[in-house]
């Protein structure tokens, strides 16, 4: 439990998380859409990831991860381990479609497992259940749900970044104020 | 210059930042507007800010900052040394305000400075201008108006980090694939 009047962190309150993940479609649409391409392929080197890919792995998530790790944990429990993630599902299954394709069917997958969350009218002896993750083994329906809502909130953290460095050289000194430039 | 095809750095280019800098107002509205309280005021203990704090500190940058300073480049040059930036004005200014009120002022502030902005239509050698920073010295107009598109983006990307963080502990073993937990 959380102590009343931390500020450093919450205990996972279903309404709470719901109001974070019904957000992020549109932070990001209004975000990104119409940005020029330059910031949307933007990334930090190597083979890190452009908002784009982000958007893609977003995709992927709600396809193969929270929804389904989530009616696994409600109908087989820990007897069916949870397929594990891809990762990079999204440089094959994203590949060649437009910003504006991955933010309509984004937006329009998140609706779908909302309307799916809010129809299991989860209780608290569900969030207890527990699953099977293929690498730490057990986990509860709550800790899913909260991974879900800061998976989200962390690649937005990431988009931001990513596009903030853009500038590092451009900003001249400021970059001495801006710490994420090297981060 | 950056070189051609390089995606993790980019030149500064008038119109690719207004196109981030006009959408700061819109992302931050979908991301908090109607959010409960507690995402709102979250923090990282001590004095560190919450997304209210922040959208304070981007308000006192529209009043203070960012087209003033450049209007001293334009207009005095480096003979009036800027103003130094107060950094925690918004504990004083925004005070007692709700998040509505800010996110309405911010929108409003900024379309003005915007306005502003594109009637000045910059040329080459306008942005090669230079100020005097307080503590930098020599500055030019290119890299002010650099600074004030990195800046947006990397409260963009704190307000993110901070909410991410309030949900370390209900995560579980999930914590151990989102660093940005621990930074």
Known sequence: MT???????????????????ARTPATLDAMLRGLPDGWLVAHEGGDTWSALDVLG????????DWIPRARIILEEGRSR??????RFAQFRD????????LLDEFAQLRAES?????????TEEQLVLQGEHP??????????????????????AQIS?????????AVGPWRAFLPIMDR
Do not use: N
């Open 81 to 86: 381990p949870f397929e594990p993630f891809d």
């Open 135 to 156: 690498i730490f083994g057990a986990v509860t329906l709550r800790q899913l749900l909260s991974t879900w809502t800061a998976h989200d909130l962390s690649h937005i």
């Open 3 to 21: 102590a009343p009047g931390d500020r450093t962190r919450r205990s996972f309150v279903i309404e709470e998380a719901v109001a974070i993940l």
């Open 57 to 64: 792995h977003l995709i992927h998530g709600e396809r193969t």
């Open 161 to 169: 970044r990513v596009m903030t460095k853009q500038y590092r050289d």
């Open 114 to 122: 909302l309307r799916t969350l809010k129809g299991w009218r989860l």
């Open 94 to 101: 994203s590949a060649g479609k437009s910003l504006d394709q």
